[in-house]
């Protein structure tokens, strides 16, 4: 199955945020502007737990990629588990953090609350090497790789990893 890339993505997002405008008005669920880039970070954090044999699993590595837009319905479908313990966190809920998708909430709950069979560590770029990186995380050393190609400074960059990728650098 190769679906294919939504083409409308500007003109659906625009009609999308007039709705919500409306939806606002009469107090229900809104969007919010960085919906997308939410759901974008969601999937790369999720990503590493996607299994190749899934006839979907190109389609998910184009949407890390950037190449496809994020699908909410397949982050659903494919990582259930992951979507019920975000939009549950008690902890993002208590930080006044609301499960809607936005990249600073999505952030918030992957980098300090995951809670999977595989833990999310925060650490800091020691060492480049091509494609991969070693970093340090309390005082554990160890190299990870780094598939969303993001720019990464040796003693700068602060990172967090999945499953030895990293997923985003942090600020
Ligand atoms: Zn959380």
Not at 13 to 24: A, F, I, P, Q, V
Request: hydrophobic content about 35%; glycine content about 6%; proline content about 4%.
């Amino acid at each position: 199955m190769t679906p294919a890339c939504l083409a409308q993505h500007t003109s659906s997002k625009l009609s999308g945020r007039r709705n919500s405008d409306k939806l606002e008005q009469r107090g229900v669920f809104v969007q919010p502007e960085n919906y997308l880039e939410g759901l974008l970070l969601f999937s790369r954090y999720a990503f590493p737990c996607a299994k190749e044999e899934w006839d979907d699993f190109d389609w998910l590595k184009k949407i890390v990629e950037k190449k496809c837009e994020p699908n909410g319905w397949l982050l659903e479908y494919r990582f259930g588990n992951a979507c019920k313990s975000y939009v549950e966190c008690g902890l993002c809920r208590e930080s006044g953090y609301k499960a809607d998708f936005s990249r600073e909430s999505v952030a918030f709950h992957w980098r300090y609350h995951h809670e999977g069979k595989t833990p999310v560590s925060i650490a800091t770029v020691l060492e480049v090497s091509r494609e991969m990186a070693m970093v340090i995380s309390g005082s554990k050393t160890f190299w990870v790789s780094n598939p969303f190609k993001h720019l990464l400074e040796p003693m700068i960059t602060s990172v967090s990893v999945h499953n030895n990728m990293i997923i985003e650098t942090i600020e």
